[in-house]
């Protein structure tokens, strides 16, 4: 329901524009985010975006990521510039949806993303 793409390797200072596209019976989606999860620690959330386009930040990425939504696609990006080695994590996407069957909560299946210094 949630495919998330853009991830890659990238050195310290770089940027990279991760995707998120949802398809399937959605209604309306209320709120679409970005966490992070890396290696050996828990899943954490950067940032949120909701109708009309309301965004909210974890401090260590405000600054330095900008998410946004394409309202018409159902697809919602994160915009990560300035990257640090400890950005290096899988990045997941995560819509909270009104459907038919009332309110669901969709993941995507991750993104890497690998920084080096």
């Known amino acids: 329901q949630l495919q998330a793409s853009g991830g890659g390797l990238v050195q310290a200072g770089g940027s990279l524009k991760l995707s998120c596209a949802a398809s399937?019976?959605?209604?309306?989606?209320?709120?679409m985010a970005w966490y992070r999860q890396a290696p050996g620690k828990q899943r954490e959330l950067d940032a949120t975006?909701?109708?009309?386009?309301?965004?909210n930040y974890a401090d260590s990425v405000k600054d330095r990521f900008t998410i946004s939504g394409d309202n018409a696609k159902d697809t919602w990006y994160l915009q990560v510039n300035s990257l640090k080695p400890e950005d290096t994590a899988v990045y997941y996407c995560?819509?909270?949806?009104?459907?038919?069957?009332?309110?669901?909560?969709?993941w995507g299946q991750g993104t890497q993303v690998t920084v080096s210094s």
């Open positions: 995560y819509a909270n949806a009104v459907t038919t069957y009332g309110t669901r909560n969709y």
């Open positions: 399937g019976s959605f209604i309306v989606i209320e709120l």
């Open positions: 975006i909701t109708r009309p386009s309301n965004t």
